[in-house]
Structures are given as structure tokens and as C-alpha cells.
């Protein structure tokens, strides 16, 4: 019997970008039997979802759900098309290749997993990661040095290219709406986790994503790093959420690491306005306040 697989995608104004993931689907050798797109943009895709080469349910947002809502609705639809997987995908990725989704289930099926996610790669660049590994202590950006690990458990870089058994959202919940952006893919790994979840990252197979690079800061040689956010508006919310995983998860580890990486960060830098406002925002995420709607937040 064949996996069936549903694609629950977001979007937020970038109709190229749309049009060339739902391309780069419909090519999929393994054919996803149904695409939820989720619209919260200011300027409508709906006309490039209904050129699609296959069928989409395009669902409009008025509101702007952030990446936390948005895939938590676009999972729903594709749960409710009665999908076995959900393929989870942000606007500006795309599978590297056509054997992508179905070398992921093969892995899922020979490692008897029910979450798997591919390395993500940087466009142009397809021997670069778009996001750092740490391997034996070091952070690497070289697909040559991840690639042949085969398998990397209990590990991944989400939300990008996750497929997921549809019964693990009934076991650990959609994403978290109130992170809005950048800790629900976090919070979502360690809820695995805690649920002893199988899971981890195929090294064999890639999606294409906008690389990070500019936002990893070394402190202390690649022994310790930062990461630094380019806008004020990502800045908070990555900031914020950090903080208030570090609480609800009770990371130790990240908590040290924090309260010494960033202040040595922004010092060496002589920034202490910089420093302030990491510690205000942070500290407001470690109290769990500072949530509620996107316009009543201070940037």
C-alpha cells in the first residue's frame, strides 16, 4: 500500500517562491496526494495555487499567523485530507530533487521513525549547509562532512522539509501560536523528545533554504556561539522564545550558554545598548511575558 502524503506549505508574500516549490512537488516521484497552502501575506497567491500542476487547497489568512500558525493550519488541512504524512514546507524551500520525498519514507520505513527531516542546503551553493552541524564539538556549514553520516538521530532542523506521521500530532500538538516565529521549530524537536519519539535527520537527500550564515556570531571559536537575528523584529522574537524554552524545558545547558555567550557577544562588540535589549527580551521570555498579539510588541 502506498504512503500517503499531504504538503502543509505557508507562505508570506514571496509568489516566485510559490511558484517554484509547487513546481518542485509536482515533479515528486512519490506524488503527494494533497497540498494545504496557507496565505497570510499582504498580496494574494491564490491565481499561482490554482495553476499549480497539482491540486492545492489554498486556505487565505487575513491575519498574519506568523510561521508558528500558519503551518499549525496548514497541518490541520492536510490531516484533515486523511494524509498518513504530512510534509511540512515554508515558501522559500524547495526539494533539492525528485527522489526527495520518497527517499524520506523509505528512511522512515527502514529505520522505523516517524519523523524525518532532510539536510538543508543554501541556494547556488548546494555543497554548503544553509544551517551549522556541530560534529564532534565543532559547528560545520560542509554537506562533505554531514552527507556520509547516513543518519543523524534525534536531530533536525525544523520545519523545513519535516515529514511527519500523522499521529504524532495528536501525541505532542501542532506548533506553539504564541512563539509567532523562531523557537516553534525548537519547542516542536524537544516536545518530540520528551514524548521518546523516534526521529533525526537523512543526510542523503536535501531541500533548498536561504542560508543563516550571517546570523551565527563565534564567541569563543566555534566552541561557543551566538546566534544574532538581522532585524530588530526577528532579534525579539528569537530572543523572547529562546528565553521562554529555556524555562518550560528547563535547558540548563542553553541557559549557561546564553548568559555567557551574549554578553560576551555584544561587550566585545561594545555594545551595550545591544546587550540591554537582549537581556530585557530574554528575560521577559524566561518570565513567559511579552505574548499577545504582533502589533502590541516593542521591537
Given at each position: 500500500?502506498?504512503?500517503?502524503v499531504?504538503?502543509a ?10 511558484r ?5 512537488l509536482?515533479v515528486q516521484?512519490h ?8 496565505d497570510s ?14 491540486e ?13 500558525g ?11 485530507s ?10 522559500d524551500?524547495h526539494?533539492?530533487?525528485?527522489e ?44 562533505s ?9 534525534d ?8 515529514l511527519i ?6 501525541k ?6 504564541r ?6 521549530e525548537?519547542d ?5 523528545r ?7 535527520t537523512?543526510?542523503?537527500v ?9 546570523e ?9 556561539h ?12 528569537y530572543?523572547r522564545?529562546r ?22 557577544y ?30 502590541d510588541?516593542?521591537?
Open positions: 500500500m502506498t504512503d500517503s499531504a504538503v506549505a505557508v507562505t508570506f508574500d514571496r509568489p516566485e517562491d510559490v517554484t516549490l509547487l513546481g518542485a509536482a516521484s506524488t503527494p496526494h494533497a497540498i494545504a497552502l496557507v501575506g499582504t498580496a494574494e497567491v491564490r491565481d499561482i495555487a490554482a495553476e499549480a500542476p497539482a492545492v487547497t489554498y486556505v487565505r489568512s487575513l491575519a498574519n499567523l506568523g510561521g508558528a500558519g503551518f499549525s493550519l496548514a497541518i490541520l488541512n492536510a490531516i484533515a486523511g494524509a498518513q504524512w504530512v510534509w511540512i514546507m515554508d515558501d524551500a526539494p533539492e530533487d525528485p526527495c520525498l520518497a527517499t524520506l519514507l523509505a528512511a522512515a520505513k527502514a529505520r522505523d521513525l516517524e519523523v524525518v527531516v532532510p539536510l538543508i542546503v543554501a541556494p547556488g551553493e548546494p555543497t554548503k549547509l544553509s544551517f551549522p552541524f556541530r560534529i564532534d564539538g565543532h559547528l560545520t556549514h560542509e554537506r562532512v554531514v552527507e556520509p553520516l547516513g543518519f543523524i538521530e536531530i533536525g532542523q525544523f520545519f523545513n522539509g519535516a506521521r500523522t499521529d504524532v500530532f495528536f505532542v500538538g501542532l506548533p506553539d501560536l512563539l509567532f516565529i523562531r523557537g516553534d525548537i516542536f524537536m524537544l516536545r518530540l520528551a514524548a521518546k519519539i523516534k526521529f533525526g537523512v543526510t542523503t536535501a531541500l533548498t533554504h536561504p542560508a543563516g550564515w550571517g551565527v556570531q563565534l564567541v569563543l571559536g566555534d566552541r561557543l551566538v546566534l544574532v537575528p538581522e532585524s530588530p523584529f526577528k532579534r525579539f522574537y530572543y522564545n528565553g521562554f524554552l529555556t524555562r518550560k524545558h528547563r535547558r540548563v545547558r542553553s541557559f549557561v550558554a546564553d548568559v555567557v555567550g551574549y554578553p560576551l555584544f561587550l566585545k562588540k561594545g555594545d551595550v545598548k545591544g546587550l540591554a535589549k537582549w537581556a530585557s527580551t530574554y528575560g521577559a521570555g524566561l518570565r513567559g511575558a511579552k505574548f499577545g498579539p504582533i502589533e510588541q516593542k521591537f
